[in-house]
């Protein structure tokens, strides 16, 4: 299962840090990655790291101003949002078994935790 929490509110320019937990032993096998979804448009990729954490990928829409992280001793992955903009806001979702610059998972999705930038 994965646990994703540390969305809020923030101003735009502001930052934010997402962190999602997983349970089980094998978290440090699986590439993890962070997507977004507005209400009634499409769920998008935003940022994947592989098993090791030695590659990452990003969306262009948040190149230069988001980092994934994860620490495998803590089961756990990270998403480092800086100069966050109001088109930024959005349910954020973590999951595991992710495929770079896809919507598409070999794994499972954790919940949302929404983030909102005000102007």
């Known amino acids: 299962q994965l646990q994703a929490s540390g969305g809020g509110l923030v101003q735009a320019g502001g930052s934010l840090r997402l962190s999602c937990s997983a349970s089980?032993?094998?978290?440090?096998?699986?590439?993890m990655g962070w997507f977004r979804q507005v209400p009634g448009k499409e769920r998008e990729f935003v940022a994947h790291?592989?098993?090791?954490?030695?590659?990452?990928v990003y969306a262009d829409s948040v190149k230069g101003r988001f980092t994934i992280s994860r620490d495998n001793a803590k089961n756990t992955v990270y998403l480092q949002m800086n100069s966050l903009k109001p088109e930024d806001t959005a349910v954020y979702y973590c999951?595991?078994?992710?495929?770079?610059?896809?919507?598409?998972?070999?794994?499972?999705w954790g919940q949302g935790t929404l983030v909102t930038v005000s102007s």
């Open positions: 999951a595991s078994g992710t495929i770079p610059g896809t919507n598409s998972i070999l794994g499972s």
């Open positions: 089980g032993r094998t978290f440090s096998m699986f590439n």
């Open positions: 790291i592989t098993s090791s954490g030695g590659s990452r």
